[in-house]
């Protein structure tokens, strides 16, 4: 069964430069990530696929947004804090490592999550919108950045 999940990314924080989206990265079977009039917008064929998205402001803050369907059900997660180092494509093996502390995040299916930062920023997830259309499912998510 298809799945897309259509990203609104709306970045309210007054530091100068805001929040860059630098890293888009898939896991697992044929999921591709899109861009549409600023909407980023994941495209999974099959249940046990995720796409994250890793964020950079001006001053070096960073941190990755995590978002797919696990057993049919949507899941979310943010990681905040992360080093240079820290990479979509460091992290995002990590949900799929069984004993990993982010393990759990597939199995709690989140529809929302929010999460700040060392610096105070606060980066809230939401699924606002989960539809079935035809023989796959949609989901429109909110990342609000403050």
């Known amino acids: 069964m298809p799945y897309t999940i259509s990203v609104r990314i709306i970045d309210t924080t007054t530091k100068d430069p805001g929040f860059t989206l630098v890293e888009k990265t898939v896991w697992l079977y044929d999921g591709t990530w899109s861009n549409t009039d600023s909407i980023q917008t994941l495209v999974m ?3 046990g ?4 998205l890793r964020f950079r402001n001006g001053v070096g803050e960073s941190f990755l947004v995590t978002l797919g369907v696990h057993n049919d059900k949507r ?3 943010v990681v905040t804090d992360l080093t240079r180092w820290d990479t979509g494509v460091k992290i995002h093996p990590e949900y799929y490592k069984e004993g990993n502390s982010r393990f759990e995040a597939l199995w709690n299916t989140l529809g929302e999550i929010q999460k700040t930062s060392a610096e105070g920023t606060k980066v809230a997830v939401k699924y606002v919108k989960e539809e079935k259309d ?6 429109v998510v909110h990342i609000t950045i403050s």
């Open 45 to 47: 064929s099959m249940s």
């Open 75 to 77: 899941w979310c997660d």
């Open 49 to 52: 696929t995720s796409g994250a």
């Open 134 to 139: 035809g023989d796959g499912m949609s989901f």
